[in-house]
């Protein structure tokens, strides 16, 4: 499938810094692609220059193949990590005011179901909760039925109902067949949400692929967590895996059946086992040494 | 106490630590004390001012003792008849001509008027022959409204505007519109339009409501009154949009505005006349919109001056306005 856009060796240079460091993607038309990274890798930096915000100091970006003209921003969608709408107008004044900015839209009565707004329509968008605040942004990204549209830290700051709300949102947006692309900090977003991932780390692309794709290069099928004290040192003879997590030891393995028989064989004290699934958390840690929020 | 100390102290590093501001609010009132001081210095208080036509350097020939008369200001006129209207509204006290046969004139109805006519009598062989006038005084608050007016619309187009726009280039919501198709000069004139209705609206109340109470003297058209004041509002605007089209700093933007406002408002005549200040401070004066909107706002009220009288306030408002825009449009930043 042609990509919907993509970058080939951008470079972001702003004073005594180099926020983007020579990335290069190609985004599927239809896909969630996720962009993580820490604090600072130039996630933030990356999708500006790809919205069209800013220009890069070197390298190309194509939308459909083409340099971004002056159609691209009557057909991307746009939600930023910070933004303020106009003060003193209602949740439906706003829609009606962006309405007007495209010359096509999707009608209002449309957005409003889409985006479950019909309760807070007439509301002042300065008394919004930060869960209708973001739908009500998410709806401005969509008013003109963009094909590509980007998601700055959509959910950063929600409480976890808020969020899973706005991911549901997200999902019956995607299958409109629309292409996202996302920056998350959080791990269990990017992994609900994202067919691709990138992670970033100083302004480069340490890792991309499928989430799963990435897990089962990084590790291995599951992971088993046992507490430090029960049997820390009869599994540092073992040859297993074992990654120290703190109060926990987590060792990695791709034959449960055959790491349970060795350790108990050895006398380890399975009483506390626990048996878990490794994570993009755990990706994210491995490749850019840096906890994510969560 | 150490709650509001921490919160002090955070203040004062943000102010120190904006350069812009700190400058602004340290150059500005030197500017102010040294531009008034130069401007306006002297130790003459002047008490009446007299027009002459045909050259002060004539009168202090031909009356030298009059000419050194303290507390008289005389002002030149090269036109005898713009001397005699002067007179005639009261804005004159007196109108000497000595251009040919020595005349004064004086309005029959002006107290001041009539203790300059005793002092020119009391100057020994004095030649001036009385010519009256007659015409309605020009009460200080007809003078003054124009000013008054200006003044308000010019606090309100530049502050109005500009800070509005720092605002919501700081709050991102300019980097919201400029992911849109929304183009730069399309916000900037929608700024202008929005800000010049509103101003107009509140102006024309204010005037109407005033005037239920005091009767202004309105002696020409007030079409063509709204034509120079929608000039005038327009022009400023496009000033305040200039302004805003860069910073991101309120503070900053505070700095900017007052620089430009007080002299405005000191120099464009809506306080008190620039008749007899200096040649410099005239031609300064020049260079500012409100100056132009009040010299012809004034015209049309007081004299009932045609529009082909104010059409050079008319152009340069006109002309101002559009640079300004295309300016503000070119320069202006979403970011």
Redesign the interface.
Known sequence: MSPIISVKQLVKHYPGVVAVDGISLSIPQGICFGLLGPNGAGKTTTIEILEGIHMPTSGTVLYKGEPLGSRYREEVGIQFQHTALQEFLTVRETLELFERLYHQTVPIPELVELCSLADILNRDTRKLSGGQRQRLLLALALINDPELIFLDEPTTGLDPQARRNFWDLVKLVKSRNKTIVLTTHYMEEAYALCDEIAIMDKGRIVSQGTPTQLLSQHFGDVVLQLPRSDSGSKLAQLGLNVVDAGDMLEISTNRLHQTIQQLIENGANLDRLRIRAWTLEDLFINVTGKKSAT | MKKFLAVLHARNMEFLRDRSALVWNLAMPFMLVFGLAFTFSGSNKEIYKVGVVGGIETLSRIAPVLQATLHIKFVEYDELNKGIDKVKHHQLDMLLDVSAAPKYWVNSSSPNGYLLERIVWGVEGHQFQRQAVEGREIRYVDWFLPGILGMNMMFSCLFGVGFVIVR?RK???L????????GAFQFLFAQLISRLLLIMVITTVVYSGCNLFIDFNMQGSYWNLLLVTTLGAMCMISIGLLIAARTASEEFAGGILNAVTWPMMLLSGAWFSLEGTHAWVQQLAQIFPLTHMIDATRAIMSEGAPLSQVMPQVWVLALMSVIFLALGAWVFKW?
């Not at chain 2, 980097?175 to 929304?182: E, Y």
């Open positions: 919501y709050n991102g919501f980097k919201r519109l400029k992911a849109t198709p929304l970011e």
